[in-house]
């Protein structure tokens, strides 16, 4: 059952989404849901390389700027990240403060900074007898740090910014 954590990341998610220990984390896939035009859910799986933490309050994302869930998050605002791993199941609510804002390097991506609203973190109930994830969602093969998309993506990533 999912419990209310807070309004910011904690400590760990910080930690996970700093970009820190990136190596560590890459091959894990994201969910990451818009809103589409009807109000329903519109899901995308993102990398760790995609997005990034400043702070407990906001959030770096790079994504297609093409994409339905660019579209989708440029005009109705909202996103949540879902991180699905054997030690943690958490639901990161998101609001779009700005973007897309154009990554120069390359022109098929787009930048978005994003605050965080709402953060909760799931754990099996007693009736559950204490389920739990084993293995969270993997892709392979996972980036190579060095190849130009994962520079571009990383450079993008590297500071906030946003319109003044």
């Not at 996972?142 to 990383?154: K, N």
């Amino acid at each position: 059952m999912s419990k209310l954590v807070g309004p910011a990341l904690t400590t760990e998610l910080l930690a996970r989404l700093s970009q820190r220990d990136l190596a560590h984390h890459l091959g894990a896939a994201l969910p990451f849901v818009t809103l589409d035009a009807d109000g329903h859910p519109h899901p995308m799986l993102i990398s760790y390389l995609e997005i990034r933490a400043y702070d407990a309050g906001s959030v770096g994302l790079v994504i297609q700027a093409g994409s339905d869930s660019a579209r989708n998050l440029g005009t109705r605002n909202v996103a949540t990240l879902v991180i699905v791993d054997a030690d943690i199941v958490a639901y990161v609510k998101l609001t779009r403060l700005d973007g897309p804002l154009a990554v120069v390097e390359d022109a098929r991506l787009s930048y978005f900074m994003l605050s965080v609203e709402e953060v909760r973190e799931d754990t099996a109930t007693e009736e559950e007898a204490g389920a739990r994830i084993v293995a969270g969602l993997r892709y392979a093969p996972a980036p190579a740090l060095d190849s130009a998309w994962a520079r571009i993506t990383l450079a993008a990533l590297a500071t906030p910014r946003a319109r003044t």
